[in-house]
Antibody, heavy 117, light 106 residues
């Protein structure tokens, strides 16, 4: 069964850091491009970041550029999102997804990040 | 960044109705548009990709059309399980922006 499981969400103070992980199983992780998408409480979806199969082509939303770093470890079948200089407005459920024809085809269940003092 | 505008933001409908949701892009995105369904507390689910391609396992009552800047999602014969929020997303240029969502409710 194709599965993505996010972890690492937590309560953190503004200015803090957090590393999210996304564990993949049931498919050849190295063959797929991956993305992160987030959703603030009661709000819509916001695309956050993209990484290609080799990990050498990366894009970010303007709102996180310079603060978040996406990476992958194909040997560990894992995707990561290193988040620093966190702001209250980064509070959201963070989803990882496997791309399908440029879009999010398979999604994880999400992990909650709360940034508050 | 490309702006995606969905309308309406919410729609009231009944079981058996036909519902159409529109999505407009601020610039030409060719056919690089997807539709997702999201239910409360759940991850989004891909329904339609590349404007009109039905994702595997999605019921045929869902259909998508359009190209360029104007797109539609149509749900024929609305079923109880279709009451949810629907999002469009463009994938022509990074960042791959989403529309604001359309809530389909009773």
């Amino acid at each position: 069964e194709v599965q993505l499981v996010e972890s690492g969400g937590d309560f953190v103070q503004p200015g803090g850091s957090l590393r999210l992980s996304c564990a993949a199983s049931g498919f050849t992780f190295s063959s797929y491009e991956m993305i992160w998408v987030r959703q603030a409480p009661g709000k819509g979806l916001e695309w956050v970041s993209y990484i290609n199969r080799g990990g050498d082509i990366i894009y970010y939303a303007d709102s996180v550029t310079g603060r978040f770093i996406i990476s992958r470890d194909d040997a560990q079948n894992s995707l990561y999102l290193q988040m620093s200089s966190l702001r209250v407005e980064d509070t959201a459920v963070y989803y990882c997804a496997r791309r399908h024809s440029r879009f999010g085809g398979v999604w994880g269940q999400g992990t909650m990040v709360t940034v508050s003092s | 960044d490309i702006q995606m505008t969905q309308s309406p933001s919410s729609v009231s409908a009944s079981v058996g109705d036909r519902v159409t949701i529109t999505c407009r892009a601020s610039q030409d995105i060719s056919i690089w548009l997807a539709w997702y369904q999201q239910k409360p507390g759940k991850a989004p689910n891909l329904l339609i990709y590349s404007a009109s391609n039905l994702q595997t396992g999605v019921p045929s009552r869902f259909s998508g059309s359009g190209s360029g800047t104007y797109f539609t999602l149509t749900i024929n014969s609305l079923q109880p399980e279709d009451f949810a929020t629907y999002y469009c997303q463009q994938a022509n240029d990074f960042p791959h922006t989403f529309g604001g969502g359309t809530k389909v409710e009773i």
